[in-house]
């Protein structure tokens, strides 16, 4: 299992209340358990300024995104609130209009990306694979070095060197980055954990 990001919604936009766990969990049938986490399921996707979830490889990319757009359209998030969003400690964008202003400029993104048939956005944190290999990573420094050279930041082509197809360990897919546009809007503030 992949480590990752447990985004809570700080005063979310709420359709109902949420499914309470039945006291005697542990005493249920497996369907009745079932049954509760599928409504549980129900719920948080009725509900999407509650809950977003995503692994470390698939969030950098969106935490990488924030700082751009801070920068880009001079938002003045912190430096320090920016740096915990790499971490699960309770940091995040607790401010309903900077939230309201990022899910604008995801959706910017998102039908940026559309418009181009850009399907990923990758993110080069020095960290390569080669694509459809079994190998964990490239550990090779010139090869490394070329990769870095050739692909710095965020792209979104597939990168190749000598006929070999590479993928950064980071990266994510425009149906995530509509999901959290989706949370960010609806969310009013969120925290990380």
């Known amino acids: 299992t992949t480590m990752g990001v447990d985004i809570y919604g700080i005063s979310p936009k709420l359709t109902e209340s949420a499914p309470e766990m039945p006291d005697n969990y542990e005493e249920l049938s497996e369907q009745q358990v079932n049954d509760y986490w599928k409504m549980r399921d129900d719920w948080e996707q009725s509900n999407p300024g509650f809950y977003f979830r995503n692994n470390w490889w698939h969030w950098r990319p969106l935490q990488m995104l924030i700082s751009v757009f801070n920068s880009a359209y001079e938002l003045n998030i912190p430096d320090e609130t920016l740096k915990q969003l790499g971490e699960n400690g309770g940091g995040g964008v607790k401010d309903k209009g900077l939230c309201e202003q990022l899910a604008k400029f995801f959706k910017e993104f998102a039908d940026d990306m559309k418009s181009k048939d850009n399907k990923i956005v990758y993110l080069n944190t020095g960290w390569w694979n080669i694509k459809d290999s079994n190998e964990p990573s490239v550990k090779d420094e010139s090869l490394l070095e070329a990769l870095n050279a050739k692909y710095p930041g965020i792209f979104f082509e597939q990168a ?21 546009a989706l949370f960010l809007e609806n969310c009013n503030g969120f925290e990380i954990y």
Not at 160 to 180: C, K, Q, R, V
């Open 160 to 180: 190749e060197l000598d006929g070999t197809l590479y993928e950064p360990s980071h990266a994510t897919n425009i149906d995530n980055i509509e999901e959290f």
